[in-house]
């Protein structure tokens, strides 16, 4: 899906976007509809049906339209998908098709073993996979960014300019900084995180190459119960999984003058570094802060207009979300933080936009926006409790099994650069598939 | 690709780790384990590992009578795990280090890994005996007078059991 969403479109579903969030507070970050690049309207999330398939919290509530070799009325499946395919990749003129995925979310697919706690594949695995709603979806001209910008610099210079005309960027000092200090929470619904999007329309974001890497994933959780979660092996989580739900859990912010932090983290921890007033080094093939290297979580610079505070991210490390997609070395980010406060002028929550563009995965770029709950001030909360991911789970035949400490294990060294996920699959799983080569090192014979 | 041969000592003991109730902060798939299965036991802790993803819980059962634990075919004590929620999570169930230390006896219920090792995911409540204070042949320590409960929920009813000697 290409279509990008144009400004006359997005004002129209402006009322639908206040309506779909509760408190007036939270619409006020939206309301800037006057910027070059910032606080478009995006359809809402929060509310939106959750697609399935699967059961208990995650999906809140028991999800699944047909099971166990049953199929939605009025559907007709096709003659092969995901859960009965011998060799997805024969099968790419299917792929975006809901009914390859049997109408499954991302967390639906995950979901089919018991990724969830709550096994639904049925009685003859994997064929009797479950169904999810094929009438549910958030669709993807939701998701893809309303901006005209084509780069992440173009943007930031728009952005920057706009504030320029105001007058800015706005210079705080250490007495005025912005109230931001505390600890906050992601509450927010997020398409992001694949509940409430179908399959396929994820799919649709991605150029060739990534929708091939992201099926080849989707098979290897619905099909083969081969999930390799980042995490489990207490590898990097990597820059996107800061988006999702259940990688981060509360967020400390720390803002000074010179540096505005975010630490957040589950199995790992996520550091954001946003460096106020700073430019990026630009004689390489990447703009970047300091040396040549690719950074996990990137390397990033901001400045405040006003409330507004506007970063730009890059040189980051290409990788992969579970129940998302893989993303490229290219991938930059434009994020927005905008506070939401109450009618007394407290600050509640944080409204973040983020706009990203990474030419070799997106076929164009997309957008998250999600509002950062704050639960509390620093003096009031918990301690911020570092993360030390602790190995308990190791690949045994290219599953993830947690082991018997004392045991001895044949175990293939991955190679951390290069896709080590894919590495287990098309060693165990995928001898028999014609897996299409791609361009080698030595195409110059 | 090379294959290498490499030695995990993980431990000193044979002990396996397990996995937890699903959180919404999960960082694993929990499809390595078989919840079709639902197994309960009462044992002993033998360690505890506070994890910041699960705190994992290694336990020898106890047998039937309550009298000792199981032990394999060398006379050495089965030792089972069970993963839950993360540390901090846990702790505010009361399910610490300090809480639990080695010797305590419990009662929980899990869902085994598929893979037959012996570890699982913890269903409901976690049930801690008075120090030095077993359950009677059969029980579980939510039968114990002075007991305490940990997390929400009863012992689950079991589905199928482990292979067990002694």
């Known amino acids: ?445 | 690709m090379s294959i290498w041969k490499i030695v995990t000592a993980l431990g000193s003991a044979g002990l396996l780790s397990a996995s937890l109730a699903p959180s919404g902060n999960a960082h694993h798939s929990f499809a390595m384990f078989d919840d079709s299965k639902v197994y309960v036991f009462t044992g002993v802790v033998v360690r505890i590992n506070p994890d910041a993803n699960h705190l994992q819980i290694y336990f020898a059962p106890l047998n039937e009578e309550r009298k000792s634990v199981l032990r394999d075919d060398v006379g050495k004590p089965v030792v089972w795990a069970v993963e839950m929620a993360g540390s901090a999570e846990v702790a505010r169930e009361g399910v610490t280090v300090n809480n639990f230390k080695p010797g305590t006896i419990m009662s929980v219920g899990m869902h085994p890994l598929r893979s037959g090792q012996p570890a699982g995911d913890r269903q409901g409540g976690l049930f801690r005996c008075p120090d030095n204070t077993p359950p009677e042949p059969g029980k579980h320590c939510d039968a114990v007078g002075g007991h305490t409960t940990h997390g929400e929920g009863v012992l689950p009813e079991p589905k199928g059991a482990p292979e067990q000697k002694g």
């Open chain 1, 1 to 445: 899906m290409k279509r990008k969403i144009r400004l006359p479109e997005s004002l129209a579903i402006l009322s639908l976007v206040l309506a779909g969030h509760a408190g007036g507070a939270s619409a006020l970050a939206q309301e800037e509809g006057k910027s070059v690049g910032r606080g478009w309207p995006m359809a809402p999330q929060e509310g939106q049906p959750v697609v399935g398939a699967g059961t208990g919290k995650p999906f809140r509530g028991e999800e699944i339209a047909a099971r166990n070799g049953a199929v939605p009325e009025g559907v007709t499946p096709l003659p092969i998908d995901i859960f009965t395919s011998k060799d997805f990749y024969k099968d790419r003129d299917l792929w975006t098709n809901p009914l390859y995925f049997r109408c499954n979310s991302p967390m639906g697919l995950e979901s089919q073993w018991g990724g969830y706690g709550s096994e639904i594949i049925g009685d003859n695995p994997p064929a009797s996979g479950a169904w999810g709603f094929c009438n549910r979806d958030y669709p993807a001209e939701n998701i893809v960014s309303p901006y005209p910008f084509k780069t992440a610099q173009e943007h930031y210079e728009a952005l920057l300019a706009e504030t320029k005309a105001k007058g800015g960027p706005t210079d705080y000092t250490d007495k005025d900084l912005a109230d931001w200090n505390g600890r906050y929470n992601d509450t927010s619904e997020n398409w992001y995180w694949g509940r409430i999007i179908q399959t396929s329309t994820a799919l649709s974001l991605l150029t060739p190459e990534y929708q091939k890497r992201a099926v080849q994933m989707h098979y290897h959780q619905a099909n083969t119960n081969a999930p390799q979660w980042q995490s489990q092996y207490c590898w990097p989580e990597g820059f996107m999984r800061r988006w999702h739900e259940a990688a981060v859990r509360d967020h400390q912010l720390l803002v000074t003058k010179d540096i505005v932090q975010w630490i957040a983290g589950v199995a790992d921890n996520f550091l954001t570094q946003i460096h106020i007033g700073r430019d990026f080094v630009q004689d390489g093939g990447t703009p970047r802060l300091g040396q040549d290297v690719p950074r996990w979580y990137g390397e990033t610079i901001g400045f405040w207009d006003g409330e507004a505070l506007i970063s730009w991210t890059s040189n980051i490390k290409g990788w992969t979300v579970h129940a998302g997609f893989e993303y490229s070395d290219k991938l930059q980010t434009i994020e927005i933080y905008t506070p939401n406060r109450n009618a007394e002028g407290k600050l509640t929550s944080i409204r973040h936009e983020a706009i990203l563009y990474d030419p070799e995965a997106f076929v164009q770029p997309i957008r998250m926006v999600r509002d950062m709950e704050k639960l509390g001030e620093l003096s009031e909360v918990e301690p911020y409790v570092f993360i030390e991911c602790i190995q308990t789970i190791y690949p045994v035949a290219g599953r993830p099994v947690q082991m018997t400490p004392g045991t001895t294990i044949e175990f293939t060294v991955p190679d951390m650069y290069g896709r080590p996920w894919a590495q287990m699959w098309e060693h165990y799983f995928e001898q028999h598939m014609e897996r299409p080569e791609g361009e080698g090192l030595f195409g110059f014979q």
